[in-house]
Nanobody, 121 residues
Framework: VQLQASGGGLVQAGGSLRLSCAAS????????MGWFRQAPGKEREFVGA?????????YYADSVKGRFTISRHNAAKMVYLQMNSLKPEDTAVYYC??????????????WGQGTEVTVSS
C-alpha cells in the first residue's frame, strides 16, 4: 500500500484548503482512513478519520470539529480533507494513514509522506 498526500500550501487565516490522499495497492474500499498532523516542534496528532463501512462514519478531533470534513471516493481510491475557517494553529504537515479510526498512531498500518499546510495570520 502506498499513500500520496497532496494539496497543501499557504493560505490566509479564514481561508480553505482541500487535501487529497491517493491510495494504491491494498483494499482501499475496505480500509478505514485517517488524517493526522504535526505542527513544528509538536507531536503528531489525530485530525480525523472515516470508516470504510456503509455511510462512511467520520470522527474528528475537537480542535477541528465543525471546520474540517473528511470524505472518500472508493472507486478512485481517494480520501479528502476539506479544511475551512483555517487558523494559524492549523499550520502543520498533514499525513493520511490507512487502517484505523481512532486517535492512536499504532492503529494505522500505512502512512503517506505528508503535505505541508501554512496558515498566515
Amino acid at each position: 500500500v502506498q499513500l500520496q498526500a497532496s494539496g497543501g500550501g499557504l493560505v490566509q487565516a479564514g481561508g480553505s484548503l482541500r487535501l487529497s490522499c491517493a491510495a494504491s495497492g491494498g483494499t482501499f474500499s475496505m480500509s478505514d482512513m485517517g488524517w493526522f498532523r504535526q505542527a513544528p516542534g509538536k507531536e503528531r496528532e489525530f485530525v480525523g478519520a472515516i470508516s470504510w463501512r456503509s455511510g462512511g462514519r467520520t470522527y474528528y478531533a475537537d480542535s477541528v470539529k465543525g471546520r474540517f470534513t473528511i470524505s472518500r471516493h472508493n472507486a478512485a481510491k481517494m480520501v479528502y480533507l476539506q479544511m475551512n475557517s483555517l487558523k494559524p494553529e492549523d499550520t502543520a504537515v498533514y499525513y493520511c494513514a490507512q487502517g484505523g479510526l481512532g486517535p492512536r498512531e499504532y492503529e494505522y498500518d500505512y502512512w503517506g509522506q505528508g503535505t505541508e499546510v501554512t496558515v498566515s495570520s
